[in-house]
């Protein structure tokens, strides 16, 4: 009685509030290379998004400093943390020692040739690589996906299929989104070592989502828990 009493509250919390982007949504679908991504930026945006971990709400990071835009539609993999073990993906790829996942969701790019003139959206993505970035010792891995069903970008299935160009436009904005016009001289400890395929990319992918229920665990288990004490 009491599960069932808590699967009626849960599907009613459901319906009455917003599900934080990060925690409350699942990313998975029916398809073992499509999932469910967050978009925070969108491509043209002179401002760097980022959404507030605490309150689900989407907030100003910081204006771009250079001329230089995102290529492609930029957010994250939700009920994805990038700790240990993906971490340890990376020292195994890259033969180093002492990297430390750096403590956010996993990010994704999205490929897609149709505008979307704002973020907080939900989009369904198809994955197709990534690329291994490094920033100041932290592991910062970059999914690359190409948005469902879109006219010019979902018959890749892999990343090397991309035109070289494209893969070169998107490596360069990240390595260079971070420098400062009012120090040009500064050193900024940002590379990106490899780009991998699709198959590894679903490694990382993975490896993210046990991070997450190491550090977090299931949000609904979590609150349908409570809610069991109460009833």
């Known amino acids: 009685m009491q599960n069932e009493l808590s699967t009626q509250l849960l599907s009613a919390l459901a319906t009455r509030f917003k599900a934080h982007p990060w925690h409350g949504i699942n990313p998975t679908t029916n398809k073992?290379?499509?999932?469910?991504?967050?978009?925070?930026t969108v491509v043209g945006d002179h401002m760097k998004y980022e959404i507030c971990k605490k309150t689900g709400y989407l907030m100003?990071?910081?204006p771009n400093k250079f001329s230089n835009i995102f290529p492609a539609l930029y957010g994250f993999v939700p009920q994805t943390y990038c700790r240990e073990q993906v971490a340890q993906l990376c020292m195994n790829a890259t033969q180093r020692t002492n990297i430390v996942g750096d403590g956010d969701p996993l990010d994704i790019c999205i490929l897609s040739d149709r505008p979307l003139v704002h973020?907080?959206?939900?989009?369904d993505a198809q994955i197709i690589g990534g690329f291994r970035m490094i920033d100041g010792g932290e592991a910062d891995e970059k999914i690359v996906a190409v948005l469902k069903n879109d006219h010019s970008y979902s018959h890749y299935e892999d990343i090397?299929?991309?035109?070289?160009?494209?893969?070169?436009?998107?490596?360069?904005?990240?390595?260079?989104?971070?420098?400062?016009?009012?120090?040009?001289?500064a050193k900024v400890e940002v590379?990106?070592?490899e780009t991998y395929g699709r198959a590894h990319a679903?490694?990382?992918?993975?490896?993210?989502q046990a991070?997450?229920?190491?550090?977090?665990?299931?949000?609904d288990a979590k609150l349908a828990a409570i809610l069991a004490q109460l009833v």
């Open 119 to 123: 973020g907080d959206l939900l989009v």
């Open 211 to 219: 991070d997450y229920q190491q550090h977090f665990g299931s949000a």
């Open 32 to 40: 073992p290379n499509l999932f469910r991504a967050y978009i925070e």
């Open 60 to 62: 100003v990071d910081r």
């Open 202 to 208: 679903l490694e990382v992918i993975k490896a993210s």
């Open 191 to 193: 590379e990106i070592t």
């Open 160 to 185: 090397s299929q991309l035109p070289e160009m494209l893969i070169k436009k998107m490596k360069h904005y990240f390595l260079t989104y971070k420098n400062d016009p009012d120090k040009p001289n």
